[in-house]
């Protein structure tokens, strides 16, 4: 603006009228001043003009960004309608995924077209919040081009097609969102695509690792159990038989599809799995980058976690000599471990806890907790048994009318046998319990959506990466005892520590196991011996680690998220409040935790 300050040469004739009779010295000084006046108020009118059309400009520029962002999340739910389902768009519901390769191609193509729009945007014009945004989509359309085009998960992994359908399914009839007919008639054109899916999948598998067609195996007799038993019990209200036969007949063809498809598992590809499921150190690089925008070198990233994992062992070794000095601390951690609920008790013991989670968070000013609503307790869908203990399950930030969060609790199975019901159990002790309700619930996943239903931004609201999500639950179980839940009881510390060893566990044998440092039988070995896992959990931990591979970023942005509060205390100095900052973080959205720095700081 500094040029502005003289005045252009088409303003002089407007400034230099009405003084030409001013003659006297006096009137000279009064006529130069009032010119001089009238100069700086015309060009402080040409600068506000300049102002406005800058102004102007760059709203419409950033309507243009609006409109690109409107057209990327299109084309997104017409890939996967099933997201838009989840989401809380219900203009895709009767939609289900094109697995063909034609399907994948085209997906694939105009990712790339909406990669040169977004990069040609000039991020100068953008106000921060927006060049931000820009930011968060180029990573996120990169991420999913490297999963398409570079990972090739649709090519390897079995249970991508198999777990699709019956979470598909899920997301119709999981929310009342519609009247149960409308949502079953959704379901009902919905379910006559599945069928082609799987044969979709026969065609594209090629070579997968072995660890992943045993996990689609083993997962297939829930999904099927899933849709015999509980998809159709999610629509006993609805009485017209007509809607009834057509769902019986197509629902049947998808079980039948089911079965067919799990003994081609068994049968063909199983014998020919012999792909590698380790990403290579360049691409889990890539992975990392483009998924949580982090860049730090590998082996950096190993050595704050072997550091991290050290640090909580320390703690762990302190915290049980306070609960028996003259025992082993692993004897101490089975004795812990064997204090759990009846499985009959365990979703229970769960619902008592979280009344005085969330009284306490009020009472000392954690976070601002935007609804009174809780939770709704359940057990784990089937086809989600396998690789979790528990998770939360939150309606989609454009949901309006079925808005209920489900607190999923994996119980054991009715055919295990008694060592492994023990064995599972233990995941559940008190203290495991409490840090568990904390992480899924308050002041953790569940608090963190309320907040995400009121972020403006549609980029936030429908991108959230899982350095900030499982970060920021990560990060409460530990926090939320440091400010005093549980009176300083040590075996509650000792369930959180546990926690946080078995997320530093898991970033070290995600690493290590894709950049090859470390083989599937040792990542097992790890969990137990230096992430004090029971040998079934550590089991059920590696076999994901394979095809979750940076589940790292638990440990990751529970550190990322103590460093930026760190440095938000320096800022605000006597003006800190904890609160303040867990609401402003909140506040947000979940994108990758370098976005929040640059907002925040």
């Known amino acids: ?6 005045a252009p040469s088409g303003l002089k004739k407007v400034c230099s009228t009405g003084t030409a009779q001013a003659t006297s010295l006096r009137h000279k000084k009064a006529r130069l001043w009032i010119s001089w006046r009238r100069l700086i108020a015309c060009a402080g009118a040409v600068r506000t003009r300049i102002l406005v059309l800058t102004l102007v400009a760059g709203c419409a520029y950033a309507a243009d960004f609006s409109t690109t962002v409107d057209r990327l999340f299109d084309s997104r739910f017409r890939f996967h309608p099933t997201d838009a389902t989840s989401f809380g768009v219900h203009e895709y519901d009767s939609k289900f995924e094109d697995f063909s390769r034609a399907g994948v191609d085209a997906e694939s193509a105009s990712l790339k077209g909406f990669l040169k729009e977004f990069e040609a945007i000039d991020s100068e014009k953008l106000d921060l919040t927006t060049r931000l945004d820009r930011e968060l989509i180029l990573s996120y359309i990169r991420a999913r081009l490297l999963e398409i085009d570079t990972r090739r998960t649709w090519e390897t992994n079995p249970d991508l097609y198999s777990s699709g359908l019956s979470y598909s399914a899920f997301t119709i009839m999981s929310r009342r969102f519609a009247p149960a007919a409308a949502r079953l008639q959704s379901l009902i054109t919905r379910e006559r695509q599945m069928p082609a899916a799987l044969q979709a999948a026969r065609v594209n598998l090629k070579n997968p690792p072995k660890i992943y067609t045993e996990i689609a195996i083993e997962q297939l007799p829930g999904t099927i159990s899933f849709f015999e038993k509980d998809v159709p019990a999610a629509f006993t209200e609805v009485k017209d038989p007509k809607l009834l036969a057509e769902f019986q007949s197509v629902n049947r063809a998808v079980i039948a599809a089911l079965n067919e498809y799990q003994r081609f598992l068994t049968d063909r590809l199983l014998p020919a799995s012999h792909g590698d499921f380790r990403l290579g150190a360049e691409l889990y690089r890539k992975k990392l980058l483009y998924d949580e925008m982090v860049d730090t070198p590998l082996d950096r990233l190993l050595e704050i976690g072997y550091r991290d994992l050290r640090r909580n062992q320390d703690a762990f070794q302190t915290t049980a000599a306070k609960v028996d000095s003259k025992r082993p601390p692993r004897q101490i951690l089975t004795e812990v471990e064997k204090d759990y609920p009846p499985p009959s008790g365990l979703l229970q013991a769960f619902r008592d806890v979280l009344g005085g989670l969330r009284d306490f968070i009020t009472q000392h000013n954690i976070v601002t907790i935007p609804s009174p609503v809780p939770p709704v307790l359940e057990e784990t869908p089937p086809f989600m048994r396998a690789l979790t203990m528990a998770s939360m399950d939150t309606p989609g930030p454009y949901e309006k009318v079925a808005k209920e969060g489900y607190f999923n609790v994996t119980l054991p199975e009715a ?34 959506f309320l907040w995400l239903q009121q972020v403006p931004s549609k980029v936030r609201k429908l991108i959230q990466v899982s350095s900030n999500a499982e970060g920021w639950a990560h990060y409460c ?35 290590s196991m894709h950049t090859g440092k470390m083989t599937y039988e040792q990542g097992i070995d790890f969990f137990v011996k230096e ?22 970023y638990y440990t990751l942005g529970k550190l990322e998220i103590l460093r930026l509060r760190d440095d938000y205390k320096k800022k605000r100095g006597a003006q800190f409040s904890l609160k303040e900052f867990h609401d402003r973080f909140l506040q947000q959205g979940s994108p990758p935790l370098n976005i929040v720095r640059k907002a925040m700081l």
């Open 415 to 448: 055919d295990w046998t008694p060592q492994r019901i023990a064995e599972h159990m233990s995941g559940f002790s008190r203290g495991t319990i409490i840090s568990t309700a904390i992480h899924e619930a308050y002041p953790g996943h569940y608090v963190q």
């Open 1 to 6: 603006m500094r040029r502005n300050r003289r």
């Open 531 to 552: 992430g004090y896992q029971t040998r079934a959990n550590a089991e059920r931990e590696t076999k994901r680690g394979t095809s979750d591979p940076t589940y790292l």
């Open 477 to 511: 179980e530990q926090m939320l005892l440091d400010e005093g839940y549980g009176g300083g009881d040590p075996k509650l510390r000792l369930g959180q520590l546990q926690d946080a060893l078995l997320r530093d566990a898991r970033y070290i044998v995600g690493i």
